[in-house]
């Protein structure tokens, strides 16, 4: 059985720091193209960083481009995304995805998704 399963949200307050993973249980995430979504209420769910090929591309959106830095370990199987420079509208739901096929995690159609990690960016 396929699992992504996302860890190390929180409360922090604005300027701070969190570092999220997303476990990946069922395939070998090096095999896969995974990424980092974020959904705040009422906002429709949005792309943050893609990682390609282990780390051989990344790509950010704009909004954290400079901020957020996405990573993965082969051997842990896992994907982080560390988030410095937090700012309140990062608040929201993040989560992982993952697809076999670039173009289906790019436009956000991921065949394999965690349950997501709360982010609240808060003084």
């Known amino acids: 059985e396929v699992q992504l399963v996302e860890s190390g949200g929180g409360l922090v307050q604005p300027g701070g720091s969190l570092k999220l993973s997303c476990a990946a249980s069922?395939?070998?995430?090096?095999?896969?193209?995974m990424g980092w979504f974020r959904q705040a209420p009422g906002k429709e769910r949005e792309r943050v960083a893609l990682?390609?090929?282990?780390?051989?591309?990344?790509y950010y959106d704009d909004s954290v481009k400079g901020r957020f830095t996405i990573s993965q370990d082969n051997a842990k199987n896992t994907v982080y995304l560390q988030m410095n420079s937090l700012k309140p509208e990062d608040t929201a739901m993040y989560y992982c995805?993952?697809?076999?096929?670039?173009?289906?995690?790019?436009?956000?159609?991921?065949?394999?998704w965690g349950q997501g990690t709360q982010v609240t960016v808060s003084s």
């Open positions: 069922g395939f070998t995430s090096s095999n896969y193209y």
């Open positions: 995805a993952a697809d076999a096929g670039l173009s289906q995690l790019v436009l956000g159609r991921a065949r394999y």
């Open positions: 990682i390609i090929n282990s780390g051989g591309s990344t």
